[in-house]
């Protein structure tokens, strides 16, 4: 493996290689922010499918089914209901989210941020695109199999995902996505990993970087650490399925030694709990960069937010059992597990009061990226919250499998990090494009996300705290659910909204891609080094390597006598 | 140091991370299942016989001291001597994965199948499968290296030090695997 010296490679020439096979950071964050916005929408469709059948179960869907489901006369047929809510949490978790967050942000903003002229393997990372694209094919033809896409949950549980649960090669082909999906990921962690550490400008300490790269960094390394555990998991659930070995189904222990459907459980949360901090520790450096630079103030503690992060990441590790309080744990683990996540909400608070600090008595600008970032905010602290009751044993044996957990993670996950995603796509769509997005439209979608997405939300939490199960494909089959029947149908049709305003976010995108106003270098005023060249940027980045000489954060400085509120980190640090 | 060196030594660091911690899964998940067995090897399966893979664990060990002396040869400029240790550590990763295949032939004979003795056969085969898919991995880049040396690139001697971690790592986990799945 050779790596980049942090020179000027050539520009690339032909389209292949400009567009195509890109060894560039700015062509490839491109690559994935499309691949992204592509299964956001497949995802969000999928959504949509899910609610209907859960606020009008038995009724047709309109204008989709007679084209989806035309042998059920236009009704979601119950398999396929299965299938729909694992896609649908499969494709947002790694197919929207990950690209979205990690692809495009992570390649975008850490060479820029960190003033370097790419990542430090580039080749690496063109690779790291195209798994990721083989994945997401391979996913996309499992849904056109005859007997269906995988139907077991984004968890993908034995024994349902066992030939026993469900024969046909939809789960084979969801297990060989996720594991060259990982492959992906794991090659893009090497890459975040190495760049961050050697090709930092000089004078750049590692809190002289902006949070929105620890948070990358931190989601970097616990990639790397996490995603091959649950290549394990996949691909000795690949032999179970292909080969016919046993990892996974219970037999006759004397005769045979059994395997252990449990085991999968144990392996899908030593990755999957570090996994949704991998989700949100980007959208969390984002949304603690952006606090500060539109409320025209330093970042409160930043120093202090990066070691909370920090903390979490760590912490992260060692909580995942309280994902299987329900799976006969021996009381002393379960005692130990929630006290590690009771845990964790120290430093999550440390930052969360931090963010509040930051924008306290600021000069706020209400741009939209500032919009979505309050947004962030907000719904974070519910989803938090929420996760108390349920790392809580006593109180998560009721909540277990109910939509109070579905409520918890979209709060924490689809919401934080979807309103974070936003935020971001906001902020540098004016560097990443060299114009700006309409900001009239970029507030209708803010408000037109932000009102009905608590509509969504916050009625699952009612309805799972009321007892409704998650993942019943027509849960009012129970008499004491149907009084649940009024709010499914409030949430679906808020579910409805929400999604129809995401056009007007497309429409935005794609209307200011090629009409939006042209970006000056630096259109928000804010001092981190992407902002100190043009909108775009050229092919190497940076003609000179800046030399940074103060932190990112140094807004609203009283003695800055140049007539700028801020100033570039490249600029000796004005006393204040 | 130079950067570009610390480059390398980090993302082959990072890999071989990403590495253990995918076979310290397979051996949580073997600790689990030996500590919840009734007994082990399960009724009616015979202990493997630990010759074959004693062999195994011999030819990879000399592989390894081979690359090792291999690098040594290089640092001191002598790239015809580590080109024969690089060969030799070559033939025997080679020889090592032959013993494999033998290895799954001689199970079978034995009467140990991976689809009718239970987890036992799912464990042996399962785990030396995904050992032998990494070593595949292993083999070829000492294939690159070989012509690397040949033809003398610039950075050989930091090509050589990554492809002899992954070597020396693929030989660990082999140990690790004879002494918890075979001899204990
Ligand atoms: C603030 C601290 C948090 C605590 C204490 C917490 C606690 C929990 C607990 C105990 C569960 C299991 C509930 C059950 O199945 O009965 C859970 C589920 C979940 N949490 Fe959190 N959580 C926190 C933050 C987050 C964050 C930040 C994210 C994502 C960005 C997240 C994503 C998820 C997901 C995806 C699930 C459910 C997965 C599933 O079963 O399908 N949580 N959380
Ligand atoms: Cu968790």
Redesign the interface.
């Known amino acids: 493996m050779s790596g980049g010296y942090n020179e000027i490679h050539p520009e690339p020439t032909t389209f292949w290689s400009t567009y195509i096979i890109s060894f560039d950071h700015k062509v490839i964050a491109k690559q994935f922010l499309w691949y992204g916005i592509f299964f956001l929408g497949l995802g969000g469709i999928m959504a949509l499918l899910i609610r209907w059948t859960l606020a009008y179960p038995g009724v047709p869907v309109p204008v989709l089914g007679s084209l989806l489901f035309s042998d059920s006369g236009g009704v979601v047929p119950p398999d396929t209901y299965s299938m729909l809510f694992t896609m649908h949490g499969t494709i947002m978790i790694f197919y929207a989210i990950t690209p979205i967050l990690i692809g495009a942000f992570g390649n975008y903003c850490i060479p820029l941020q960190i003033g370097a002229r790419d990542m430090a393997f580039p080749m690496l990372n063109m690779l790291s695109f195209w798994f990721a694209f083989l994945s997401g094919l391979v996913l996309i033809i499992s849904l056109c199999l005859p007997l269906g896409a995988a139907a077991g949950g984004w968890t993908s549980y034995p024994t349902l995902s066992t030939l026993i649960g469900s024969p046909g090669a939809g789960q084979t082909l969801w297990c060989v996505a996720i594991f060259l999906f990982g492959v992906s990921s794991t090659m893009g962690a090497v890459n975040y990993v190495t760049t961050v550490i050697t090709l930092r400008a000089p004078g750049m300490g590692y809190f002289d970087m902006p949070l929105t790269i620890w948070g990358l960094w931190l989601t970097a390394i616990l990639n790397a650490i996490f995603v091959p555990v649950l290549g394990a998991g996949v691909l000795l659930l690949i032999l179970d399925r292909v080969m016919g070995t046993t990892f996974f189904l219970a037999g006759a222990s004397a005769t045979s030694g059994s395997g252990d459907p449990v085991l999968f459980q144990h392996v899908f949360w030593i990755f999957g709990h570090p996994e949704v901090y991998i989700l949100i520790l980007p959208a969390w450096g984002i949304v603690s960069d952006l606090l500060s630079f539109f409320s025209r103030k330093p970042a409160f503690g930043a120093k202090a937010t990066a070691l909370a992060m920090t903390s979490v990441s760590i912490l992260s590790t060692l909580v995942y059992g309280h994902h299987m309080f329900t799976t006969q744990m021996s009381p002393l683990l379960t005692q130990s597990f929630m006290t590690l996540t009771m845990t964790i909400s120290i430093p999550s608070a440390i930052f969360f009061a931090n963010w509040l600090g930051t924008i306290w008595k600021g000069s706020i600008r209400f741009d939209s990226p500032m919009l979505f970032s309050l947004g962030v905010v907000f719904v974070f602290g519910l989803g938090g919250l929420t996760g108390l009751h349920l790392g809580t044993v006593t109180t998560d044996l009721y909540l277990h499998d109910t939509y109070f957990v579905v409520g918890h993670f979209h709060y924490t996950m689809a919401a934080s990090v979807l309103l974070g995603g936003f935020a971001g796509i906001y902020f540098w769509f004016p560097k990443m494009f060299g114009k700006m997005m309409n900001e009239t439209m970029a507030k209708i979608h803010f408000w037109g996300t932000m009102i009905p997405l608590n509509g969504i939300f916050f009625g699952m939490l009612m309805v799972g705290y009321g007892g409704m199960h998650r993942r019943i494909y027509n849960p009012f089959v129970y008499e004491s659910l149907q009084r649940l029947i009024p709010i499914n149908s409030m949430i679906t049709t808020s579910a409805i909204l929400m999604g129809a305003f995401q056009i007007v976010f497309v429409i935005n995108f794609l209307w200011s891609l090629k009409n939006g106003a042209k970006a000056v270098s630096n259109p928000w005023n804010v001092g981190t080094l992407e902002w100190t060249i043009p909108s775009p940027p050229v092919h190497h980045n940076y003609d000179e390597i800046p030399v940074v000489k103060c932190g990112p954060h140094e807004l609203g400085n009283p003695n800055l006598k140049n007539g700028r509120d801020f100033q570039y980190q490249t600029e000796e640090l004005v006393e204040a | 140091m130079n ?2 060196q ?3 030594n ?3 660091t ?2 071989l ?3 253990s ?6 051996f ?2 073997y600790a ?2 030996r500590s ?9 399966i015979q202990k493997v016989s630990l010759v074959l893979p004693f062999l195994s664990t011999l030819v990879i060990l000399a592989s390894s001291w081979f690359m090792y002396q291999g690098r040594l040869k290089l640092e001191n400029g002598n790239l015809t001597k580590a080109m024969v240790d690089v060969n030799l550590a070559l033939a025997l990763g080679s020889i090592f994965m032959i013993g494999q295949c033998y290895l799954w032939f001689y199970l079978k004979s034995t009467g140990i199948f ?9 464990i042996l ?2 785990f030396t ?2 050992h032998a898919f990494h070593m595949i991995f292993g083999i070829l880049s000492l294939v690159y290296l070989r012509f690397a040396i040949k033809r003398n690139n610039s ?1 050989i001697l ?2 050589t030090v ?1 492809v002899e971690k992954f070597w020396h790592f693929l030989g660990v986990v082999w140990i690790v695997m004879f002494l918890t799945i075979f001899v204990l």
Do not use: D, E, H, K
């Open positions: 950067r570009n610390l480059q390398n980090l993302a082959m990072v890999t991370i990403m590495g911690m995918l076979f310290a899964t397979l949580l998940g689990v299942y919840s067995a009734l007994m082990w090897p399960p009724l009616g991976l689809t009718t003795s239970g987890i036992f056969g799912s085969y399962g499968w995904i950075n930091q090509t990554n």
